[in-house]
């Protein structure tokens, strides 16, 4: 697949146009205060599968949006004492938090690993009815309640992100010897944005933020330029909806967009962005990397990978980037 986005140069300093709601803070306090409203609830209970004896593997659920239960799965190395660091993942679009085989390397690098399933795509986690409202949506979750911010999916999403966080720091009252000075959050794509939106929400409460290839940044510049993936619903959306819903449905998405949430996170960060990437084009990472709240940012580039970014290669990265922080 050829290069279709900015050339690197350009990318570089890419910010591009990215509108942001004047009540933007005022309303994320407000969704945050609305779900803390609710007991956390974190239960943990030993997950059931095959043994994995150098691993302890927990079943975990707690209160996300409006107190709905989110499912993740917690591993840790069995015989490395603590307190361990944590690493909070977020998962790709249509994805879930999938079986704890498919999790083994953060624990074996000796974190306290938490998985957090994704309401609605997750086979945990449902998005009940009652939040399924808001008008017609296309094929997926990208338009999903998109009329009003308030009905937004991904409003709720990002909140039950931001409790995952507070699950983390929830953990040594149950038991679990983790050090809570010590929480990165970490994913790709979608989980990129999440990463981002955890970051941004959580405050001082998360270390470091590892963001890959993220989804959801410079959305409006996504839907014009991407080949493929899940921009191309909000495509779909808009060619079935009078011209009037474009800007509508583009100022619901500016309130989760991560380049407007990249500002408010005030951590170390490692993004990666891969330049043949037709899901997520680099000038949309790059919008976000460069508005960035904290100094210590930095981005690995791909030149001749696609949506896959770095795979293996940056997670070494990351590593590494954590070992610098003192943060394993």
Known sequence: MPLTDLPLDVLRDYRGDVPEPADLDAFW????????????????TEAPGPA??????????????????????????????????VVVEFIGYSGGRGLPL????????????LVVDTRGQGTDTPDPDPHVSGGQWARGFMTKGVGD???YYYRRAYVDCARAVDVAHALPALGVEVDTSRVVVRGASQGGAFTIAAAALSGDRVAAALVDVPFLCHVRRGAQVAGDGPYLEVVDYLRR???????????????????NLASRARVPALFSAALMDPVCPPSTV????????????HVDVWEF?????????????QLR?????GLR
């Not at 790059?286 to 940012?297: I, K, Q, T």
């Open 286 to 297: 790059f919008a976000a990397f460069n508005r960035w709240g904290h100094e210590d940012r």
């Open 29 to 44: 306090a407000g969704s945050l205060a609305l779900a803390r409203g609710h007991d956390l609830a974190v239960e943990l």
């Open 102 to 113: 498919d999790r083994t390397t953060w624990a074996a690098a000796g974190f306290a690993h």
């Open 321 to 325: 980037f954590l070992d610098r922080l």
């Open 149 to 151: 911010p308030a009905t």
């Open 52 to 85: 994995l004896p150098a691993l302890t593997v927990h079943d975990v659920r707690f209160s996300g949006w409006a107190g709905d239960r989110v499912a993740a799965w917690l591993l840790r190395p069995a015989h490395l004492p603590g307190p361990l660091p």
């Open 241 to 259: 909806h009078s011209p009037e819903q474009v800007d509508r449905t583009f100022t619901t998405m500016s309130y989760v967009d991560g380049a």
């Open 305 to 317: 990978s696609d949506h896959a970014g770095g795979l293996g290669w940056q997670v070494q990265r």
